[in-house]
């Protein structure tokens, strides 16, 4: 995911030789950052949060007890990419589901076409079913043509019953009702699918909004395209301003991101990263793990 980026940061922290690191120095070794930082997608808000922290961590320091100086930088750099990832915080759904107490519990998914939401959704349907939790799904996505045959292939693959109306019915209705179904069944979880037209669409907030004003959901999860870059961060902030985000899958892991994506959104929106997506298989659903993260930077 970060191959990369790790290779760039080797090569920079490879010809470091200095005892002490001057200003003038750390900005020519943080020039070089930056440009591979924003290469692998890394937003120049989050650039400027390390840069800051690298420079309080580093200016001045004296390297004479270090046999290998550059071993500080990169120390000082895994410190804080760390503590943006752990800025954000982390969340184990199904604990948090089976202590929350609430019946149904009740999840709307958020994220434009493309990203893979609706697959998403039944991986997490799957996920908690295997753990012995009863779902029910709910097609919420009453604009996008092909989306309600989808969930209900995905809803009859899984053997989870999948609440529907015609297109063009209004969705809020339709995950109000799946949550009427949910409860008068004694059923553990609903998941809500929304549609995803482009996300600075007005209409499609305004119906995002009254889906959550409705259903009040328990949790709200934003998912994102790791290989879409700079367009995940926007996005990020354009849900959790309109909506409001709770939690963050990221898909298509396994593809060529680059992965800084990552980074920005756990900055941006400080919620926790659940899940990333890594194929098309039910089970390509994985807990995220920051060391994972760390292990694919510096190796």
Known sequence: ?????????????????????????????????????????VSLEVIEEIKTNLEKNLMGREYKRFSDPSSLVVNSLKEVIEDILDSAGSIDLISLIRRSGRRPYKIVFLGVNGVGKTTTIAKVAWLLKKTGFR???????TFRAGAIEQLREWGSRLGIKVITQQYGADPAAVAYDAVLHAESRGLDAVLIDTAGRQH??????????????????????????SLTGQDAYYQALEFSEKVGVDGVIFTKVDGDAKGGSILTVAYVLRKPILYIGVGQGLDDLLVFNKDIVIKNIFG
Not at 204 to 224: A, N, S, Y
């Open 200 to 225: 600075t669409n007005v209409n499609l907030m305004e119906e995002l909004r009254k889906i959550v004003e409705v259903v009040d959901p328990d949790m709200r999860i934003l998912v994102l395209d």
């Open 135 to 141: 779902v029910v799904l709910a097609c919420s996505d």
């Open 1 to 41: 995911m970060f191959e990369n980026l790790r290779k760039g940061i080797s090569q920079i922290l490879n010809s470091i030789k200095y005892r002490r690191l001057s200003r003038e120095e750390f900005e020519e070794i943080f020039s070089d950052l930056e440009i591979l930082l924003l290469q692998n997608d």
